[in-house]
C-alpha cells in the first residue's frame, strides 16, 4: 500500500487558516492536522514527535507547514523545525504565514516581469515605494524586493516609530537596507508617489492607500501593484485583473490583486506538490517561493 502523505500544520494563533488547508488537500496530501496556540519553544517537540514515529525512508512522505502572522517568528520556527530533524530522521518544512511569502514573492515578480517586458528594466536600483509594510506580505514583499537591489521605502501610516523599528529589523535579520517613512497624511503620500518607480500596496483588505489624484502627481512612476481584493481598491482605479494595463488611461501600468493571486496561487500549491513529490526532504522559504514565483509570472 502507498504510503500515506501526512502534513502537521501548525501555527501560534488560535486557528490555522482554511485557505491553507484547502489549499495542502486540493495539491494532494491524503491528511492535514491543525496545531494551533503552537509556541517557538514547542516546535521541536513537535517535529520530533513526528519524525520518530514513521520509518526513516518515509520521512519524505511527512510534512510540516509553518502559519501565522509575523514573519520572524515563522522563520524561526523554521529554523527550530529544521534543527529539530535527528538525521536519518528528517521531514520536510514550508513556511508561509498568512500566505505572505508566496502572495510577496508572486507581487515581486509580477512587478519584475512587467519591468523587464515593458520597460526593459528590472529590479535593481528601481525606488519602490511599499505601503502597509508593518503587515506580514508588506513585510515580506520589502524584503525579496531589497535582496534584488530595490531602492525600497517601507511607509507606514500611523508615524515614522514602528515603521522606522520594521526597517531596523530587516536589516539586523536579513542583511537588507531599506528607507522607513511616514505615510500619514494625503500630503506624505503625495510626496512618496512622487518619488516612486513602482508602488506597492499591501495595506489592510479594504483600505484605498493611494487616490487618483497622487496617481496623478506620481510623475516618474512605471507600475503599481495592488493586493487587495476587497473593495474599494488599494490604489484609486486599479482593476483586480489588471495585468500591466494603463490605470484609467495614464501612463502608469496597474497589477491588480487577482492577477498577484492567480500567481500566488500556484506557487502556494506548486511548494506544496514538490513536497509531496520530492524524493528528498526539502525545506521551503521565501526565497524558495520567489524561485518558483519567477518561473510562473508572465
Ligand atoms: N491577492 C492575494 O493573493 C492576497 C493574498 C494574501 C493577502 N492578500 C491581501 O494582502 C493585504 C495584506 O495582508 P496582511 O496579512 O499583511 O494584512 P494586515 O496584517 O491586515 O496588514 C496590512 C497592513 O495594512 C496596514 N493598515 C491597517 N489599517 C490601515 C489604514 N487604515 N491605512 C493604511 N494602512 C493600514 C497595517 O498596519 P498595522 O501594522 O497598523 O496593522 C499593515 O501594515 C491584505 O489586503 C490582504 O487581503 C492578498
Redesign the pocket.
Known sequence: MARKHILHMITPLKHMSPFDVNMALDAGFDAVVPYVGVGLDEVTGLVQDAIFSRPPDAGVDTGVFIAG?DVSLALDMFDAAKKAMVPPFQISVFADP???FT?AA?MVAKVEKALEKKFERGLKDTDIAI?????????CTAVIAAKEGAKVTIV???GLE?VGKVAAEMKSRFGVTVQPADGSTEAKKTALAEAAEVILT????G?Q?ISKAQLAKAGKLLIAAD????PPA?VEGLGVHANGEPIDGGKALGIG??A??NV??KVESGLFKKMIEAEKTVTFDFQDAFSLARELAK
Open positions: 502572522k498568512a500566505g505572505s502572495t508572486a505601503f502597509g509594510a508593518t503587515g506580514v506580505v508588506g513585510f507606514g501610516h500611523d514602528r499591501a495595506a489592510k483588505a483600505v492607500v493586493v487587495n481584493a476587497v488599494g490583486p487577482l498577484i493571486g500566488k496561487y
